[in-house]
């Protein structure tokens, strides 16, 4: 009796102990892992700690935990990675051209149902250039965030050194090559200044072959569609190399990505083709007036294609989860907060409204720059590759640009074998070509 | 703390390290006999082999048969094998590997050898001229890439400035298709040859001083001395040079990374770039693993074939 008195007095202690605890873990706020990369340089890592901080100390029922994550390949990686190991991060910031990655893995949800939930988002208010990679069958999976498009930067300074009207940069691929040979500066054979730079490199490439009247991928939702070889693409290409060899404004060789900044803050060349992400450290460290263009056109007239990361909500982590990082998505692409994040990083706001809104309105009329990639979108289409191995195929395209840009092949040849390469991975990756 | 003796300490004791390690595999049938208590002590370490590489190498062979598939990882038996000997870029990655590994050898034993003798010159304040080529040994490869990126530069790099001085025409370096990975290279080399150059000069410096006296009593000329004298003696050191080295070629990725990542176009792609970007980049964790488990074979055999010579080597001693 005495025994079974001691047992119930047990029982009652642990189950009330359970009640206690239980009902005290469900008022402890939901804390959410967050993936996020650092693609250009600049401090952006502190940016992005500091909104969460902001973030977390006006909400009190979620925390978010920011993890930096390394540059864009290595935060896929790990991300991918927890993905497979059932652990995913709850939201992260990934590649917009990941999408179709992610998809395959089942491992992002759609978010219609949260664009229209009682905490809506208005997603047309976001640039159509940018939500192009952000949706696919019918249904948005990401919502833009660091987005960028390559720009035309040039010295001023050195377009009044050779008499160029300094606000009026090339407009045309014929004006470039013309404006390009009057800024190149020879001491006997060697050039001490180039007229132009354009880096060997998937993404730079892709711009000009839709000035030439070709997306090299597909403009809707086709993740099988790669266009290489065709004559519009090779014309890029081959005007490429012209810069180089027939025209030399360009050095020849390999022109990495990442020496262009370099190069054109040291004044050996005035005008470089780079990111918008570029711009907050160009701005601090050139030497001289910085101007900004649109990328010359070509026979098909303006063209660019963008880039850059969106946020994504991770499957498998629950409906709470899930319902908490959209709370977070919403509150950092708030027109206020994501132009500050534009003003600190350089990114085009994604979104017209953030245009509107300080502090980005008052910038942007201050840093009259800061609008060129902003008015530019209206040229702007899909970034390519947004396939089926789409890092592959990125890679492939690149060293064929590489190939052309050392001399090791022409155009045509570099092209038709990194076709046929493309096409082997998007046939192993269940695409059916017709041919 | 006066400089010069220190070192000297230091490579004395490298290389008594070295001798104690060919000596301990005699220790083991000793080892064998007292049976339990030696397991109770090797238990520790153990352990750790297991966890961090046993249970890698079954992992990585059993990853290297199965392929993604949406998030699953499925068995596909040989493919990934026969994907990797299809690729357009692997010949080229192979070829660049071998490059390294048989230049890597040849600088490491010659090279090495050389600095060697000369390091080990009885100048006074000898420390002065040994501290630069040993001192590269502590920098991080990273590092050091990073410095040699802006000497390669070609606009506005070290290289091009001093060519132009001279009148002589630019060199693309890195960015050119036939300089780039022997411009590579030569940052491997800068980094690595003191390090050769260590367990030469450890060996020198134990050489029976006897030997080399009677010889010169002979008259014996500089390069008979080398010839055979010195190359005979120190061949133990040359076999291990001559392993480490290769091991070390191989493993070289940090200053692809910060110089090239493998461009232009596959350029300088070696072994274990490949295996890198096909793992975290392109994500086919299965290509990727059946690349690290040919490059693991390579290096096994390498390590056994020293592992039987240095018994021998202790044989015939």
């Not at chain 1, 992002?108 to 939500?131: G, T």
């Not at chain 1, 050139?286 to 880039?307: H, I, K, Q, R």
């Not at chain 1, 017209?352 to 008052?362: D, V």
Request: with cysteine; glycine share 8%.
């Amino acid at each position: 009796m005495s025994k079974d008195s001691v047992m119930y007095k047990l029982v009652v202690i642990v189950i009330s102990i359970l009640l206690v605890t239980g009902g005290a873990s469900a008022q402890e706020p939901i804390t959410l892992q967050f993936f996020y990369p650092v693609g250009v340089a600049g401090p952006l890592a502190q940016a992005i700690d500091g909104y969460v901080v902001e973030f977390n100390a006006t909400h009190d029922d979620i925390q978010v935990e920011p993890i930096f994550t390394g540059n864009y390949t290595e935060n896929m990686a790990r991300a991918q990675a927890a993905i497979m190991s059932g652990q995913p991060p709850d939201v992260a910031i990934l590649l917009s051209t990941d999408l179709y990655t992610l998809v395959d893995m089942e491992g992002v949800i759609p978010l219609d149902d949260y664009i229209n939930s009682d905490e809506p988002l208005d997603i047309d208010d976001f640039f159509d250039a940018f939500m192009s990679n952000s949706t696919s069958a019918g249904q948005v999976w990401g919502i833009p965030w660091q987005r960028s498009t390559p720009i035309l930067y040039y010295n001023k300074d050195a377009f009044i050194e050779v008499g160029l009207d300094p606000e009026t940069p090339p407009a045309t691929w014929d004006e470039l090559v013309e404006f390009g040979k009057q800024l190149v500066v020879r001491d006997g054979d060697k050039v001490t200044r180039w007229g132009f730079e354009a880096a060997a490199q998937f993404w730079t490439y892709a711009n000009f072959a839709i000035q030439a009247g070709q997306h090299l991928g597909s403009l809707g939702d086709d993740p099988c569609a790669v266009y290489l070889d065709t004559p519009e693409a090779i014309e890029a290409l081959t005007f490429l190399r012209s810069l180089q060899v027939e025209h030399e404004i360009m050095p020849d060789g390999d022109l990495p990505w990442r020496t262009l900044p370099a190069d054109f803050i040291a004044g050996a060349t005035a005008m470089i083709i780079h990111s918008t992400g570029s711009l907050s450290s160009l701005l601090a460290d050139v030497p001289f007036e910085l101007g900004t263009g649109f990328l010359p056109g070509g026979s098909a007239g303006y063209g660019a294609n963008v880039g850059g990361g969106n946020f994504y909500i991770m499957a498998d982590i629950g409906e709470e989860r899930q319902d908490a990082a959209w709370t977070f998505i919403n509150w950092m692409v708030r027109p206020e907060q994501i132009g500050q994040w534009g003003i600190d990083s350089g990114y085009v706001a994604p979104r017209a409204a953030a245009w509107e809104t300080e502090p980005l309105k008052s910038y942007a009329a201050e840093v009259p720059q800061a609008s060129t990639a902003r008015f530019q979108l209206e040229y702007a289409v899909k970034e390519f590759p947004a396939t089926i191995a789409g890092p592959e195929i990125a890679q492939i395209t690149q060293q064929a640009v590489q190939a052309v840009y050392t001399g090791q092949l022409t155009p045509e040849e570099a092209l038709q074998s990194a076709q046929e390469r493309s096409n082997e991975l998007l046939v192993r990756g269940g695409c059916e070509l017709d041919d | 703390m006066k400089s010069a003796p220190t070192q000297f300490d230091v490579k004395q004791s490298q290389g008594e390290g070295r001798v104690q390690v060919t000596r301990s595999f005699t220790l083991q049938s000793a080892v064998h006999s007292s049976g339990a208590v030696a397991y109770v002590f090797l238990l520790p370490s153990l352990v750790f082999l297991a966890v961090f590489t046993l249970w890698p190498i079954v992992s990585v062979i059993w990853s290297s048969f199965r392929a993604r598939q949406g998030r699953e990882q499925v068995f596909v038996a040989l493919q990934n094998y026969e994907r990797l000997f299809t690729d357009p870029i692997i010949q080229q990655v192979l070829k660049n590997t071998l490059f390294y590994v048989t230049a890597g050898v040849g600088f490491a034993v010659i090279g090495g050898l050389l600095l060697a003798l000369l390091l080990n010159q009885g100048l006074r304040n000898i420390g002065f001229f040994r501290f630069p080529f040993l001192a590269t040994i502590a920098l991080p490869m990273v590092s050091v890439a990073s410095i040699w990126l802006f000497l390669y530069s070609p606009r506005v790099g070290l290289f091009n400035e001093i060519l132009a001085g001279l009148g002589l025409p630019l060199s693309n370096w890195l960015n050119g298709r036939e300089l780039a990975l022997p411009a590579l290279f030569v940052v491997y080399l800068w980094k690595q040859l003191g390090y050769f150059a260590l367990f030469y000069l450890a060996a020198l410096q134990a050489l029976p001083v006897d030997v080399l006296e009677a010889a010169k009593l002979d008259g014996i000329t500089l390069w008979q001395q080398l010839r055979f004298i010195i190359w005979p003696l120190v061949s133990p050191t040359t076999y291990f040079v001559s392993t480490i080295s290769v091991l070390g070629a191989l493993q070289q990725i940090d200053h692809v990374f910060v110089l090239t990542t493998g461009g232009p176009n596959n350029a300088t792609n070696m072994s274990l770039f490949y295996v890198y970007e096909q793992g975290f980049k392109y994500f086919n964790i299965g290509t990727a693993s059946a690349m690290t488990v040919i490059l693991l074979a390579v290096l096994m055999t390498m390590a056994i074939l020293q592992f039987v010579y240095l018994e021998r080597r202790v044989h015939y001693d």
